[in-house]
Structures are given as C-alpha cells and as structure tokens.
C-alpha cells in the first residue's frame, strides 16, 4: 500500500517538474525550486488521492520532504482514520 | 375588520440567495439601480451591506453548523459573477470577505472558527485582505510587515495598501513575515495601534472604501495565527490567493454579462441616420464577440469551480487561466461598450463608463495579468515536457 502510495506522490511530484528527476527518498524542498504554490497543490493532491485530510500540526515540513515520508503520513491517517482532520 | 395592509409601505422580505437565479434577482433590486451612485458617493451605504447579510450572500460556502449554506464552489462563482455584474465595487467587499472568510474555513482551529465563522456568514464582522505593501505588491515575497513571536502572542508591524474595504472592515487577514517564511493574522480593526487612512483617489472599483491601513506595535493572541506557521504557512497565502482569483474571474465574467446586457439596450434603441444601431454590421461584430467570450469565460470559470469542489489540484491553474481570460476580455468589451454608447459612454447615465473603470482593475488584481501569463507559460513548458 505505502509503496503505492510513494509512486503515485512521485509521479505527482514529476509531472508538476518534469524536467528533474526524483526517488522517494530525496528532499524535494532542498531542490530549491519548490515553492508555496507547490506546496499547496501537493496538500491538495494528497488529501484528494489518499482521501484524507491534514491539518495543524501535520503541516509541518518534514512530512513532506520525501515521497517516502509523505507515504508514512498517509499510513498514519489511514491506520488510524480518527485523527484525519485533527 | 382590520385595515387594509399597504403593501407600499412593507419591506419587501429579502429572499436567500442559494443559486444564479437567486443572485441574480437580489442583484437586480437591490444593487444595480444604485451602482452609479455608489461610484459616485466613493461607498456603499450600510444598509446594502445589512441586505447582503439578509440574502446569505456574504459566506454561503461556510458549513450549516457555522452559519453558512455549504454551498459548492460552482454555484457560488455563479453567484459572484452576478454581483460583479451588477456592482465591481460590491463585489470586491465580497472577494476581501469571501478570502477572510474561506481562510479560516480551511486552516483555522475548532476555536478560532467558533469565535469567527458566524459573525462572518452574517456580515455582523466583515472581513479584508491585507497584503499589498507601497513597497511589494506582486513579489508578495518582498513585503515588510511582520510578527513577531512575544510571551503572550504575536506583534505585528508594517503598512498595508490598497485595501479593498480597508476603511469598513471590521477584521483584517494580514499577511506578515515570521522569520524567513510569511504568516496569516486575523487582526481585529479596533486593535490599539491600527491605523486606517481612507484612500479616496482611485480609477475604479470607487466605492470600494480602499484604505491604507498601518499596524503599528499591535499585539495580537497566539490565536491569531492562522494555519501553520513555518515554511508550509506560505501555502495559507497561496489558497487564499486562488479563491481570490476566482472571485474576480467571476466579476469579471459579470462585467461582460453587464457590457453586453448595455449595449443589447443601447443598440436596440438608439436609430443613427434612420438606422438601428443595432443593424449595423461593425456593431453587430462588437456583440457577438461578447456573447462568444462571456460565455468561454463562464465555462473556464465553472471548471475552475468544479475542480475546486472535487479538491483537485488542477484547480489553481484552471483559475489563474479562468482569471487571465475573463479579465482581458472584460477590458476589451468594456472599452468597446464605452464606443457603442458613443458620448453617452463616457457619462452618469448609463453604466458602461462605470464598468470601463472597473475593468482596468480587474487586470490588476489578485495576481496582475503579467503574472498570469508568467504562470501560465510555466504551465506550458511543463505540458511540452511531460510528452
Ligand atoms: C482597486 C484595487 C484594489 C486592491 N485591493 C487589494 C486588497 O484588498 N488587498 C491587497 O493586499 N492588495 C490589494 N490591491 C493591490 C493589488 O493586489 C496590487 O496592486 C497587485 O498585486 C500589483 O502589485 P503592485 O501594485 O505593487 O504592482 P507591482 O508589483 O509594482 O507591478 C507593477 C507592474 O509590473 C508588472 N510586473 C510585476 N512583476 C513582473 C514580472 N516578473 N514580469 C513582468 N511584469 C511584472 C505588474 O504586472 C504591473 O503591471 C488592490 C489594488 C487595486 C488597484
């Protein structure tokens, strides 16, 4: 299922900047060319996708610095589907 | 037997505005007869503003638990779209409202939307959206205002300009720098050190009570943050920006509708030499192009809407397009609706000169027409290199 969920967060990740190249485990913000937009679209993508929603605290950087990462979120919410919309 | 009632006298009762139809029979009664005055007056009255509560106009989308209608993204664009056509000025309050309003919806605590969200749907509390620096407009990375983390809360300090509503608002949505990154703040306008200057020299959208407003030593709650704070709050400005667009591609859409409308009238009455304005072929050009984009605009605008209510991404773009195309064709059929109306273009007694100014505005704000393009091409790079 996470693994799923790494590659359909990474082929999100590739169409939105399809001239680089990305694995799960790379930190897409140190690429530099990551903004707030993208940011945004990227919440936006997940919570559509994974049927989830995330708020407060969760929107820290660090849950989304990898696909890898981003994949764990999801697990967390779909494991425990009362915490989705803390 | 009871005295006759005089139906003169009564108020007429003021329906809920749930749809197009709706909106658009609220529009025509209560905002389009007076439009023209309000541009002039420089404002619009208190009462218009107590009617749009009356109607539900001015946060339909909240949930039925926070005073809302829950009302979809499609409808509400509809709805927006027929307040710009009757009034931009009106509809830029509803914009500021609606971006206030929307933010704390999406990233605001259980707490914070209790203290706010009804006030909000009523219009008992109006909101504004302070952004615009004089020194960063665009290069929203560029603005000076900040907050600064204290033992109670926050401090903020910094100018804001062009402020639509600015000198009505009863809460500002400020946009300040926390450290490196950029942080929203619901800031009440009696805070001791608001400073609010009316500004009352301005092209278009004039009766929207513009003001520059100055913060200076306010201290806020730590409730005032709203949505994360760290390099993920510059995505609160990105969403709040997205539904601002959409609310202006929707004024803009009804600035065509209005063009149109006019110089259907105009031209089907007015005679030049014996002939109908109306029967001639250059004119007849000038409509069609107008029936043509308002309705390519409507529908970007409606996809921009229903890709919103399914939560896809795709939905940014779709707007920043939705905003660039309504936005230029506004422009251009206003300017061509000043020219149907000939001198009678350019007075009080018809609205085409009214909606002319107005449209200026909308290639202006909330991500001016340059930036759309800039976007817009990124997009298309993006599409050449995904083949
Ligand atoms: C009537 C009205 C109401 C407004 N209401 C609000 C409000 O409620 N809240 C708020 O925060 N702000 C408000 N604004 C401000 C508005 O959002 C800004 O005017 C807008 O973002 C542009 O910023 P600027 O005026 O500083 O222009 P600048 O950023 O100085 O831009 C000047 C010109 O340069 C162009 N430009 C900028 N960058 C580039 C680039 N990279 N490449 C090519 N061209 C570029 C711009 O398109 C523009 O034509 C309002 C403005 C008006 C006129």
Known sequence: MSQNVEEQVLDFVRGRFPQERFDADQDIFQLGFVNSL??????????????????????????????????ALVARHQQAPAASGA | MAAPVMLGELAEPILPVTDRASARAFVDDHIV????????A?????????????????????????????????????VHEEVGRGCSSVRS???????????????????????????????????AFCLTEPGAGSDAAGIATTATRTADGWVLNGVKKWITGGQRADLYLVFARVGSSIGAFLVPRESPGVHVTPITEILGTRASMLAEVRFD??????????????????????????????????????IIQACLEACGAYATAREIG??????????????????????????????????KDAGDAATIMATWVAKYFASTAAARHASEAVQIHGANGFGGDYPVARLYRDAKVMEVIEGSNEIQRITIADEAFREALRQ
């Open chain 2, 33 to 40: 007869p007076y439009a023209n005055a309000w541009e002039q």
């Open chain 2, 93 to 127: 309050l509803l914009t500021v409202h609606t971006m206030l309003s929307w933010t704390l919806q999406r990233w605001g605590t259980p707490e914070q939307r209790d203290r706010w969200a009804k006030d909000l749907a009523t219009g008992r509390v109006l909101g």
């Open chain 2, 217 to 254: 030593h306010v201290l806020a709650g730590p409730d005032a943050l709203l949505g994360p704070s760290g390099f993920t709050a510059g995505m609160v400005l990105s969403g709040t920006l997205d539904l601002g667009r959409y609310s202006v591609a929707a004024g803009s859409v009804g």
């Open chain 2, 42 to 78: 420089a404002c619009v009255p208190e009462h218009t503003l107590e009617l749009m509560g009356e109607a539900g106009l001015w946060a339909p989308f909240l949930p039925v638990d926070e005073g809302g209608a829950g009302m979809d993204m499609v409808t509400l664009g509809a």
């Open chain 1, 38 to 71: 993208f940011a945004l679209e990227l919440v936006m993508f997940i919570e559509k996708t994974f049927a989830i929603t995330i708020r407060g605290e969760e929107l820290q950087i660090d849950n989304f610095r990898t696909a890898t990462a981003m994949a």
């Open chain 2, 274 to 307: 014996g002939t109908r304005l109306g029967g001639l072929q250059l004119i007849r050009a000038k409509l069609s192009d107008m029936v043509t984009d308002v309705r390519a605009a409507r529908l970007l605008l409606s996809e921009a809407g229903r890709l």
